[in-house]
């Protein structure tokens, strides 16, 4: 633990960490080295030293003067463990020069990079391992640059000829560096090698350069363009991140592979034509690029999100070569009013173009064997899955053809044009969110066929006032009628048995319900906000319930008695036995007939009242 008062500078007070004792300075120790604010030492006096042992058991020497020089010295090398917890990481603010002793054959650089106002890297005369030139940190064969000093004053630099490989973080932090040449010696650059040097505009990579590491130009914000050559076989994901300059991006043939989030929030970058050779566009990729208007690309997987929020995109051309398209591909692309698709396209996920409210369809090549489309919604070749309706498209009252068996995850999500819906006999299944967020759909009336009203079906469609659900049906889903504000009436068939949590919560409107006599189980709030309910009934074939699935304005009876309800309903309610109307009916052949009459009805409801 740090400690000590203040006093003088040449006073000395001990402290031990681990295995391995220093020696500080009281004023280091008082916490001057906190915050944000730069002091100028003048003096040789010493800040901070020590012995510094390492996992495997060498010891280490540093010592950090007044001055600012941390002097380094031992026999070895630093194990890559030692790097987390080096020392001088609390005083990094105040050295401005590093000097490496003849004994160390190994640091990693990157505890040295974080130093970010260091002008100058010594090495020691004897030392095998390394050496300076200019103040740089290089291998000692000068074929790696290792660690160019983050506040050193020059804005340009070419890289000496003969440098294969530009290390981890070599040039981390360097904001003062404008303008940087790169010899066609060099081969790799490392991760992070350019990363936050903010001030750098202008560069070219040479064809020699075959890998360029993960977040190789992380945060240059000021560069303007830049070229990958064919030699690059991959761009590692985060290489190009937050570039927010970047308007030119040239990406030759022979580039594989975009990783994830490599060019993501380059909000200057206005135009993308990307090479057959491309197997793969990782999730993100151009994510949030926001002047991006035409983007070209002819091959390979798309992936998650890869152009999400590209919100000025109008031109996009899918050219033979595309295969797939991954959730949410296109996501929030506002501008794009046409969407082509190619023959070579074996997979789309049907969220790929999800809240393109400008959307207003699909058009497919003849020649595909995986797809179709018809008035400009987007169906499987054979006709059987309907897999998405344009989001700018207009349709009264859409009919869906005969011959569909599946609509798929969020096929009609955010259809504000979209006023009924008719889905015919023959439909098994509907998939989550399937017409969420419709705000203009009034009315759905659904055919014999699926046994799930799905996940979030109708989730936010505000304007819905009408629903047609068949005697197929036997769950209803979590949030599928969730805020459906506009919808005052609702009759579930005797089909039912579970309606799930928050299954009609928020509907705010909803007065007439009855529950179906077969229901097993209620789930969590399923009624959660739903007002102007004023009764509810539960049958006596009610064995499980959620917390709190009723408004507390909603008076709720049971059909049966409070014994069968202790003995038979278990969940969060039974402790709330108080709250329930008991009927006392005794269990029967029909559960639900209140008034014997050997039918289940709305008469029932009215003998109850």
Partial sequence: VYGGGHGDTTEKIEYSEGASTYETNPKFAAGIVEGDTRVEMQDGTVLGSGDFETYDGKVFHWSLSLGGVLTITGDGAMTEEDTYSFPWSLSRKYIDRVVIGAGVTWIDPTTLTVCEYVTEYSVDAGNGSYVSVDGVLYSRDMTELLAYPSAKPASAFAIPSGVRTIGTYAFHYCSGLTELTIPDSVQGIGNGAFANCAGLRSLKLPDSVTEIGREAFWHCESLQEIRIPASVSEIPEWAFYECTSLQKAVIDDGVRLIGDGAFCRCESLRELDLPGTIEEIGGGAFQSCRSLESATIRGGKIGISAFRSCGSLTSLTLEEGVTELEDEAFVDCCGLTEVKLPASLTRINSTAFQSCSGLTS????????????????????????????????????YVIPDGVRLICQSAFAECPGLGSVTIPAGVTEIQENAFSRCEGLTGATIGPGPKKIGDSMFLGCSALTKVSVPNTVEEIGTYAFSQCSSLTELDLPSSVRVISDDAFAGCEALTDFS???????????????????????????????????????????????????????????????????????????????????????????????
């Fill in 362 to 397: 699909y058009s497919v090549d003849g020649r595909s064997g995986a797809y179709s489309s018809v008035d400009g919604v987007l169906f499987s070749a054979d006709g059987s899955e309907l897999i998405r309706f344009p989001p700018a498209k207009v349709a009264e009252d």
């Fill in 515 to 609: 529950m179906p006599p077969h229901v097993t189980y209620l789930g969590w709030e399923a009624f959660r906000g739903c007002r102007s309910l004023k009764e509810i009934t539960l049958p006596i074939s009610l064995t499980d319930v959620g917390a709190t699935p009723f408004s507390s304005s909603t008076v709720i009876y049971y059909e049966g008695s409070r014994e069968y309800w202790q003995e038979n309903v278990v969940g969060y309610w039974e402790n709330w036995v108080d709250d329930i109307i008991f009927l006392n009916r005794a269990p029967s052949a029909l559960p639900g007939d209140c008034n014997g009459d050997g039918k289940v009805n709305r008469q029932d409801r009215v003998y109850l009242a």
